[in-house]
């Protein structure tokens, strides 16, 4: 069988290094909020070309604590709207609920499954006060146009990049084309990106591309104001022992994930280079009409976290695959406004999201995927 993600053997490598590390915490005796987390913050910030970065326990808490931040500086306040992505893993929309703002869903645009800027402005009202831009599966999601919106009507702008570590920007020179599903036709979307400021979440849960050995996220953020807020936040609050400023959280990375992640950041961007290689034999290579495949315009705005195709025969493709020995993942199977946990939108009617939630279907891709394998693949899924 053909894992869908070998965490063992991604980490393998690594193993002797791990193992060093355990031994130097475990000697050093500092285990929360010490060197290790100093360091990596650190790195990671220049990693990301970002003035600061605020380790947290985990992935959903560091999107939530960033419009906790800016509720505290009072840019924000409870009962706000943000716009968010229709088509999202639900922790995004959590994030919102958990700072008690209001989420209005946004419809993806179909060829890439990320937030459709075109169809933002009509859901603005007076009470929207943010944006929450998800770079879902590891692209990116269409920034300079979003910027300029946020920009235009005075937004805040939040980035979900859960699953887009290493994803960067074409600075003022956006290649994304899509056909015109009219006339076949190419339409621009080429924008200047502007200055405006935001801020970004990480997880480093395991399975993702910079993954711990456990739960552990990040922020980053330029914004000073809002970093100080974040540091305190993330440790009830408090800037200094025992004197609390904020209501906050418990919810710091750990010191020996942080050493971990030192240890792999150095690989990321040799290990997003390989997935963006496999990606590029199952676009080129895959050809069957049964199956639509994702778009990608061939820059370094996506890592492929997933590589996600579509198919109106998902079931039977999907147990096609585990007859031939390939494992897949469906991501996402209901989308969050048809959840239990979220009543009130129950009756909403977004075509487009429950479309691509009815459709898709993750094949195999991570840097320890061979090219016999991706061979059997792209064999296996042409004769379907």
């Known amino acids: 069988m053909i894992s869908f993600l070998d965490l063992k053997k991604i980490n ?7 193992q060093e590390k355990l031994k130097t915490v475990l000697e050093n005796g500092w285990y929360i909020l010490g060197k290790e987390v100093e360091t990596f913050e650190t790195a990671f910030a220049k990693y990301c070309k970002a003035d600061y970065c605020i380790g947290t326990g985990n992935g959903l808490d ?20 943000v716009i968010v992505p229709a088509n999202t893993y639900i922790a995004s929309i959590l994030a919102v609920l958990q700072a ?26 007076p009470k929207t ?7 879902l599966y590891g692209q990116l999601a269409e920034m300079d146009q979003i910027k300029e919106i946020a920009n235009r009507n005075n937004l805040l702008l939040v980035e979900d990049a859960a699953q887009s570590h290493g994803a960067f920007e074409n600075s003022n ?13 190419i339409i621009s979307l080429k924008s200047k990106i ?5 801020s970004a979440a990480y997880s480093f849960y395991p399975g993702k591309n910079l993954g711990a050995l456990g739960d552990g996220g990040a922020i980053t953020t330029n914004d000073a104001e809002l970093a100080k807020v974040l540091f305190a936040l993330r440790n009830y609050g408090s800037e200094v022992k025992y004197h609390n400023d904020y ?3 418990n919810s710091r990375l750990d010191e020996l994930q942080a050493a971990f ?13 390989r997935r963006r290689k496999i990606a590029k034999r199952y676009l080129t290579e895959i050809k069957n009409e049964k199956i639509v495949l994702p778009f990608w315009d061939f820059s370094n705005n996506h890592v492929f976290h997933l590589f996600v195709i579509r198919t109106s025969n998902r079931e039977a493709l999907q147990a096609y695959l585990v007859q031939n020995s390939i494992q897949t993942v469906i991501h996402y199977p209901i989308p969050p406004h048809q959840q239990k946990a979220l009543p009130e939108w129950n009756n909403l009617s977004l075509p487009v999201t429950e479309k691509i939630h009815q459709e898709v279907l993750s094949l195999p891709i991570s840097p320890v995927l061979t090219e016999t394998e991706v061979d059997f693949i792209v064999e296996v899924l042409n004769r379907f």
Request: without cysteine; glycine residues 6%.
């Open 12 to 18: 393998k490598p690594y193993e002797t290094a791990f």
């Open 62 to 81: 560091a999107l939530t604590l960033i419009f906790k931040g800016y509720i505290a500086l009072g840019k924000l306040q409870k009962g706000d709207e």
């Open 100 to 125: 008690d703002l209001v989420p209005v869903l946004v419809e993806p645009r179909l060829e890439t499954y990320n937030l459709n800027p075109d169809l933002i402005e009509e859901k603005i009202t």
């Open 129 to 135: 006060k943010a944006i929450l831009a998800v770079h």
């Open 173 to 185: 020179n956006s290649k994304f084309q899509i056909p015109d599903s009219g006339d076949g036709s």
């Open 194 to 198: 502007n200055n405006l400021k935001s």
């Open 247 to 249: 209501i906050g959280v």
């Open 261 to 273: 992640l030192s240890l792999k950041l150095p690989h990321l961007d040799a290990d997003n280079d």
